[in-house]
């Protein structure tokens, strides 16, 4: 009886050390890695949506990128201040400005993939969600893009 007994707690005490070890791990609520999977779709329809051979509005799209761009590093920069100190990450510099729009938007669509996947790595390392508010609003923004570029080049 006295045997059965120590069996059970050591497995209970085992169990529970096992489950908050997985925890650890696991990042509650993150929705980074469909954020950067997002960007990656937008980055693999670039050349039809936002080409010179799409040249319908380029300036307008560009502009449109670019106001994405910024709620991203909005929400980049705020989780970055959010941090632990030791998930912390150096600032990603802006592109600067060539005067060819297709280089623009390359950079500009760049810049966002590697926020995205240094926002991935503040989840990651931190554990949790560290701003619901400006990733909802991020998801948001994305959808409305992507939505009006669809029904700008509905071939693409």
């Known amino acids: 009886m006295f045997g059965n007994k ?11 050390s096992c489950g908050l070890a997985a925890s650890a791990a696991v990042c509650k609520g993150c929705s980074g890695k469909q954020l950067a999977k997002s960007l990656d779709a937008l980055d693999g329809r670039r050349k039809c949506w936002l080409s010179m051979d799409n040249h319908v509005l380029l300036s307008f799209k560009l502009a449109v990128l670019n106001g994405v761009a910024g709620v991203l590093e909005d929400l980049y920069k705020k989780s970055n201040e959010l941090s632990r100190s030791e998930c912390k990450t150096e600032v990603i510099p802006d592109c600067a400005p060539s005067g060819d729009t297709d280089d623009d938007i390359e950079c500009v669509i760049d810049h966002m993939k590697k926020m995205a996947n240094a926002y991935v790595k503040l989840e990651e390392c931190n554990g949790e969600l ?3 508010e400006d990733l909802n609003m991020m998801f948001r923004v994305m959808a409305g893009s992507t939505a009006g570029w669809r029904v700008v080049h509905p071939t693409c």
Do not use: Q
């Open 130 to 132: 560290l701003d619901p």
């Open 6 to 16: 120590a069996l059970f707690v050591i497995g209970a005490l085992l169990a529970i």
